[in-house]
Nanobody, 124 residues
């Protein structure tokens, strides 16, 4: 069983930055693509960013492109989401997830394991 634990969320003013971390259990972390998703109140969960097992292939939602950066450290079994120039509309619970394969996808159905989420609140 794989466990994913997110951290780094909090309250920040618009224009500020946060870095989310997601620590994974197990020995197969480097085998799979990883992704970040978010869900705002009353809205469906949406794709934010994902990267391949090597970290060389990345994908971003248009709404965060140029502001967010996803990365991973396979030696530490950890994936990160650096969020800059935050906007009030970035407010949501952020989840990390492990893909079923090595190439990152945007589809939530392709992700097998999910963390419990971390709250990000951006004030205007």
């Amino acid at each position: 069983q794989v466990q994913l634990v997110e951290s780094g969320g909090g309250l920040v003013q618009a224009g500020g930055s946060l870095r989310l971390s997601c620590a994974a259990s197990g020995r197969t972390f480097s085998t799979y693509a990883m992704g970040w998703f978010r869900q705002a109140p009353g809205k469906e969960r949406e794709f934010v960013a994902a990267l391949s097992r090597s970290g060389y292939i990345t994908r971003y939602a248009d709404s965060v492109k140029g502001r967010f950066t996803i990365s991973r450290d396979n030696a530490k079994n950890t994936v990160y989401l650096q969020m800059n120039s935050l906007l009030p509309e970035d407010t949501a619970v952020y989840y990390c997830a492990r893909d079923r394969g090595a190439i990152p996808t945007r589809n939530t159905d392709e992700y097998e394991y999910w963390g419990q989420g971390t709250q990000v609140t951006v004030s205007s």
